[in-house]
């Protein structure tokens, strides 16, 4: 299982990520391995979101590679085509069966952006949308979202059969 770090502001783009565990460990960004072999048990990390820290997921030595202790990323990351006639983007979670909106995106000219979510419960179907706003706050057409997080998913279960020069692979319910 990952471990729990503590994530603290650094500065105005950076973050301080503290740890403990048993080294090395190993450091993943949106399910990436982006350092391997670390002794430390903290970093700090420049991240361009001065808001959200970085999604990071930190593993020990006593997690392995095989199928089981693999990780993905448990946030998913909206992206969407921005408009200039548009203002602002609510992005907006549907959360006990109520639209909220989770963050407020202000159009820029820069022609994408994007959103990264707080962590997902997994196995689990989440909805999300992207509403354009205008000066006035008129909301434009909801680009909706739906997911189903599958972090892990369970290995195929398959059978393999040889005969007479024919490779047949098969998967099994």
Known sequence: MPLTPTVTKAGSTSWRIEWSGTPPYRVYLFGQLILDTVTDTDIVM????????????????????DADNVRHSPRLTIQWRGATTNYSY???????????????????????YEYVTDTLTDATEHKFRVVPKDIRNYEGQPLPFTVTMIRNPAPPVISMAYAAGDL???ERS
């Open 46 to 65: 420049y991240w361009s979101d001065s808001e959200e820290p970085p999604p990071l997921e930190v593993l020990d030595s006593t997690d392995t590679d």
């Open 90 to 112: 609510a992005v907006e979670q549907y959360i006990d069966a109520v639209w909220t909106t989770v963050r407020t995106v202000r159009e820029t000219g820069s022609g994408y």
């Open 168 to 170: 047949t692979i098969s």
